[in-house]
């Protein structure tokens, strides 16, 4: 919700001034999960809605390390202290990472928001990042804007290689980053002619439509299968002479030579990205090859038994470049068949350019 602070660089100072927003705010809350006795609540059950929503969480602001005027500290406080008195029940976010130098100090924020626009090899750099915050002291985590940019209007499969291995790492620390959103979501794919501007904002959007086809990028389908094969509980994970790549020439989003002023990768980093999950039925890993090259790997299991046939669904392409486009929409998507010659030890060839995820059965 509004914190105050707009993105063009206006602010409202804490104390009297801000008030009036903080009462908006309380306002907004109300509609949404006010009984109907109340107001807003009322508002909420004439318009159709007389459940209340399940609201958890409210953020405050919107990207609040732009704010020259460093008062986001005194900001999210004053909202926060009127939030909690009146529904202690919601957490408040904060827009500031907690590593950024205008975070909040004066109360501490029970969740932050940190947003991730990057290139696939940058994105593939920091699949890691949250594996050594400090779990004592470091709030939540809601990823509330991410996503590789690369291809236009929608992604490419380099740039869907990037989030699927930024989501090993989500997932992997999943106790830690509790919420995600990719963005942007929608792109009319419509290309303006004679002269006219194209019909987009943003590249690399996950589904493009038309006003009468639509199509969903590489992205949008890594996205459905991490969502469609998660377990309850992750499993540690370890690599044995795990496969590098050499640090790239040029910027991976295709902007050519680096720039001065990006951070160009200096040493070798991991070619194969991987996380594992488990339910009380099945095991589900999770690996991307990133790669030009397929891999042999040999996959070694602790525990119990699992059945010899599973379940693999694959999502690759011949070059990074290739994508789905509205004429074309299915070049690109994922493929399920069955796996066999699994057991404790198995090995298997992960393709070059592949997101990978086998499911394991539990043996009975």
């Not at 943003?202 to 389908?221: E, F, N, V």
């Not at 992960?350 to 997101?355: E, L, N, R, T």
């Amino acid at each position: 919700m509004p914190g105050g602070y707009s993105l063009r660089g206006d602010h409202i100072d804490a104390g009297p001034l801000l008030e009036p927003y903080v009462k908006d705010a309380l306002d907004e809350i109300e509609y949404c999960i006010g009984d109907t006795k109340t107001y807003w609540g009322a508002k909420r059950a004439a318009d159709g809605h007389p459940a209340p929503f399940k609201l958890t969480d409210i953020e405050i602001g919107n990207e609040d390390w732009f704010d020259r005027s460093h008062s986001y500290d005194g900001r999210f406080k004053q909202f926060q202290a009127a939030i909690k008195a009146k529904y202690p029940q919601l957490r408040c976010i904060s827009t500031i990472e907690s590593y950024k130098p205008d975070k909040v100090t004066s109360v501490k924020p029970q969740m932050v928001d940190e947003h991730y626009y990057q290139s696939a090899w940058q994105m593939e750099e920091d699949a890691a990042k949250y594996d050594s915050y400090d779990r004592a002291t470091s709030p939540k985590i809601f990823v509330g804007e991410w996503a590789t940019r690369e291809g236009a209007p929608t992604t490419n499969l380099n740039a869907a290689l990037g989030d699927a291995a930024w989501m090993t790492g989500m997932e992997r620390n999943s106790d830690l980053v509790e919420r995600s959103c990719y963005a942007p979501l929608f792109v009319n794919v419509n290309q303006a002619g004679n002269g006219q501007p194209k019909a987009w904002q943003w590249d690399s959007d996950l589904i493009g439509y038309t006003a009468l086809k639509s199509y969903g990028s590489p992205s949008y389908y890594v996205q459905k299968m991490f969502g469609s094969y998660l377990g309850t509980k992750v499993v540690p994970i370890t690599a044995e002479n795990a496969p590098l790549r050499k640090p790239a020439v040029k910027d991976t989003a295709g902007i050519g030579h680096w720039p001065a002023n990006a951070r160009r990768p200096k040493a070798e980093r991991a070619a194969l990205f991987f996380v594992c999950t488990q339910d009380a039925k099945n095991v589900y890993l999770k690996v991307v090859n990133t790669d030009d090259m397929a891999r042999e790997i040999t996959i070694s299991l602790k525990g119990g038994d699992v059945a010899a046939n599973g379940t693999l669904v694959i999502l690759k392409g011949d070059k990074p470049e290739d994508t789905n486009t509205i004429d074309e929409p299915n070049k690109i998507v994922p493929v399920t068949s069955t796996i066999t010659g699994l057991g404790r030890s198995f090995k298997h060839t992960f393709q070059p350019y592949s997101v990978n995820v086998i499911r394991l059965s539990k043996r009975k």
